[in-house]
């Protein structure tokens, strides 16, 4: 079974950037589409970015298209989340999963497409 683990959160200003980071171990990483969720203190879990098995099909939540990019690297069983221009409202803890069925567009943002997910890594934005 495939077990994920998020890193590279922490503090930024507005403005900013920051790369996370979500590897995996164990399983076939390569066979699997993966996303990107956030959650804010109090509020539900929100879809922000997947990305097929092969990288060739990307999905972005309305609230990051244009600011944020997933990438992966299969030989390095990771998926990436590159956010720039950060904003106050995206603080929160990031998650990422492993989605087990196919989807496009905004079909993908739907959460309990998604499984094996990791422990999260904190994102805070000040203003």
């Known amino acids: 079974q495939v077990q994920l683990v998020e890193s590279g959160g922490g503090l930024v200003q507005a403005g900013g950037s920051l790369r996370l980071s979500c590897t995996a171990s164990?399983?076939?990483?390569?066979?699997?589409?993966m996303g990107w969720f956030r959650q804010a203190p109090g509020k539900e879990r929100e879809f922000v970015a997947a990305i097929s098995w092969s990288g060739s099909s990307i999905t972005y939540g309305d609230a990051v298209k244009g600011r944020f990019t997933i990438s992966r690297d299969n030989a390095k069983r990771t998926v990436y989340l590159q956010m720039s221009s950060l904003k106050p409202e995206d603080t929160g803890v990031y998650f990422c999963a492993r989605r087990y069925r196919n989807c496009s567009g905004s079909g993908c943002y739907d959460i309990t497409m998604y499984v094996n997910w990791g422990q999260g890594t904190q994102v805070t934005v000040s203003s």
């Open positions: 164990g399983g076939t990483f390569s066979n699997y589409a």
